[in-house]
T-cell receptor, first 112, second 111 residues
């Protein structure tokens, strides 16, 4: 079945450092890919998405490019802030009814 | 516009007790979902609904039942709670662009 693999955390960075969180997927066909973010004590919220190969999703300085040849959707940000500290989930939607398959999440900790 | 709301926020149950978690959305979305979140396992889909009066099983449906009597509400029931059901439960609804909107979660502890 479909699956998503994320790098294990926590990822610990200093403010203004460059961020990469790796995400790879296994799926048949052409899934849509998503990054969701969960701030402490809250539900998940959509950060960005891409629906076809070579699409780049972007939001709040975060970017991810849908790479079908490497089945990857890595999340990047050029300069992280303390407020970016959260858990980041990579997910895909491939079957009908918009069901999401999530990775296990990667916790990001940014220190001043 | 409240989005997706969940009640209660926190609950403690004893093994064998029953309870219902309520999810409500005010965005007129057709699709709604129940997930559980456990450490190191991400979110796993319990049940989902593609419209009023319909429900379907997700990845981990055993021990749970659901009902969608009204479009805006999606109820998750535990008939006989077990310690393995200790988790954080999230409800979500989705719009036609595949974006899912999540509630704040219900933390359930089964003793």
């Amino acid at each position: 079945g479909d699956s998503v693999t994320q790098m294990e955390g926590p990822v610990t960075l200093s403010e203004e450092a460059f961020l990469t969180i790796n995400c790879t997927y296994t799926a048949t066909g052409y899934p849509s890919l998503f990054w969701y973010v969960q701030y402490p004590g809250e539900g998940l919220q959509l950060l960005l998405k891409a629906t076809k190969a070579d699409d780049k999703g972007s939001n709040k300085g975060f970017e991810a490019t849908y790479r079908k040849e490497t089945t990857s959707f890595h999340l990047e940000k050029g300069s992280v802030q303390v407020s970016d500290s959260a858990v980041y989930f990579c997910a895909l939607s491939n079957t009908g009814f918009q069901k999401l398959v999530f990775g296990t999440g990667t916790r990001l900790l940014v220190s001043p | 516009n409240a989005g997706v709301t969940q009640t209660p926020k926190f609950r403690v149950l004893k093994t064998g007790q029953s309870m219902t978690l309520l999810c409500a959305q005010d965005m007129n979305h057709e699709y709604m979902y129940w997930y559980r979140q456990d450490p190191g396992m991400g979110l796993r889909l319990i049940h989902y609904s593609v419209g009023e009066g319909t429900t379907a099983k997700g990845e981990v449906p055993d021990g749970y039942n659901v009902s969608r009597l009204k479009k805006q509400n999606f109820l998750l029931g535990l008939e006989s709670a077990a310690p393995s059901q200790t988790s954080v439960y999230f409800c979500a609804s989705s719009d036609p662009t595949e974006t899912q909107y999540f509630g704040p979660g219900t933390r359930l502890l089964v003793l």
